[in-house]
């Protein structure tokens, strides 16, 4: 019967000729499978620039793209192409800096909100009237309102010393 070749790749048989295997290796197919295979082994900074030189595949967005890997155009959508990118720039990062825990950034959080107001303690807000009295309110101001003005609804302004002590109360309710 004769000697048999078996491509490793695409798992075929055929008659061990030099032209029955040159015209199978040179097959679309053939050519797609082991590009297919290699790419699983490249690293993602050559997948990378590889796919940002080319030009979207008008063919793979219907789905009717017969070439596959061997597509002159990217087969990558913009979402893919965004984590390739992430992916990328996280392993360029240096290793030896060591990233804040969740907790860290909270406790900065919460502590630069806090010590924004030079007259806040405690997340108290302190207010000094004309006569000298401290009135303390269990609440802090947001200092990045105050940049919208007098555009705010009352209950969101900051408070004055002088909507206290102008304040005429007739009835509650």
Known sequence: MGKRY????????????????????????????????????????????????????????????????????????????????????????????IFPSFEELIHKLLNEKTNKNHDSRDGNTVMYDSNGVTHVFPWTYNSILESYGENLPPSVKRLKIEDITDAKIETWG
């Open 6 to 97: 078996v491509c490793d790749y695409c798992n075929k048989a055929m008659v061990a000729t030099p032209a029955s295997v040159r015209t199978h290796n040179k097959g679309l197919i053939h050519q797609k499978i082991v590009r297919e295979h290699y790419q699983q082994f490249k690293d993602p900074e050559t997948i990378l620039e590889e796919e940002s030189k080319k030009k979207r595949c008008v063919k793979n967005v219907s789905g009717e793209c017969p070439f596959g890997l061997l597509c002159r155009y990217t087969h990558f959508n913009g979402a893919q192409m965004r984590a390739l990118r992430e992916l990328v720039a996280s392993r360029n990062r240096p290793k030896d800096i």
